[in-house]
């Protein structure tokens, strides 16, 4: 896969994850309890990570296209 379209999924990620975590829809409209704490738990938990792996792939293939922008003008000295 080219790294732009890794760049363009990490990006959405990180995105979609911010913005998840900013809004407030209560997607599953669960009851009071353990359930709900789970939940909150749950909610609070999975959009960072997500972010922080958004940000991991775009800090990843960024570096990728760095590396190879400078194979190819390594290879064009030579």
């Given amino acids: 896969m080219h790294p732009i379209i890794k760049i363009l999924i990490g990006a959405i990620l ?13 997607p599953l409209g669960i009851g009071v309890g353990a359930q709900r704490a789970f939940y909150t738990v ?8 997500v972010a922080l792996l958004g940000l ?20 064009k000295k030579k």
């Fill in 14 to 26: 990180l995105i979609g994850s911010i913005a998840y975590i900013y809004s407030n829809y209560d």
């Fill in 42 to 49: 749950l909610n609070g938990l999975v959009p960072p990570f």
């Fill in 56 to 75: 991991f792939i775009v800090w990843l293939e960024l570096d990728e296209l760095k590396i190879e922008k400078e194979l190819k003008a390594e290879t």
